[in-house]
């Protein structure tokens, strides 16, 4: 009997949704976003910034075309290939990692920590919400910041980290 998995763990879910998620139309606002992220973080080129659950990489791509020091880490294997030749394209140094945002840590390794495009707050059991919330906060250098972009979630749904 096949092995159920919960949906964020499915290969084949994000596959079928790639069209969608990153259609050309979001490829191209990367550029916009990530303005306003260096803007809002106060960033400067040759910060070292992880890109949690970057899929295809089109914020780990621009930023590193703006010189920053770029660890991309996303569990699906299909979108790091994805952004892996798009940076050898343009020839751009990005690491990309396959990683679970629930247990990726690299201690004080990163300037900045950007999590886009709704990828926190999924995961059923809010432990896990935790582990990631402590895995970002170890791999922060101090004094370092992070920026999630995530829908509102209902005020009985937060819980303090």
């Not at 020091?69 to 699906?76: F, I, L, N, Y």
Request: hydrophobic letters at 40%; aromatic letters at 10%; one cysteine or more.
């Amino acid at each position: 009997m096949e092995e159920v998995r919960p949906w964020h763990e499915n290969d084949s879910f994000w596959r079928r949704l790639t069209p969608f998620m990153f259609s050309q139309q979001l490829l191209s606002d990367a550029a916009a976003e990530v303005e306003q992220v260096v803007s809002l973080l106060g960033i400067a080129p040759g910060t070292y910034i992880l890109d949690l659950c970057c899929g295809v990489g089109r914020h780990s791509l621009e930023l590193a075309r703006r010189g920053f020091q770029v660890t991309g880490v996303d569990r699906t294997r299909l979108y790091l290939d994805r952004a892996s030749k798009q940076a050898e394209v343009e020839e751009l140094r990005i690491e990309f990692v396959q990683d679970d945002m629930r247990t990726f840590c690299r201690p004080d390794a990163f300037d900045a920590v950007i999590n886009m495009f709704t990828s926190f707050g999924y995961f059923e059991d809010q432990e896990e919400d935790h582990q990631v919330a402590m895995n970002v906060y170890r791999s922060l250098k101090s004094g370092g910041v992070c920026l999630s972009k995530m829908l509102a979630r209902r005020k009985r749904d937060v819980y303090p980290i």
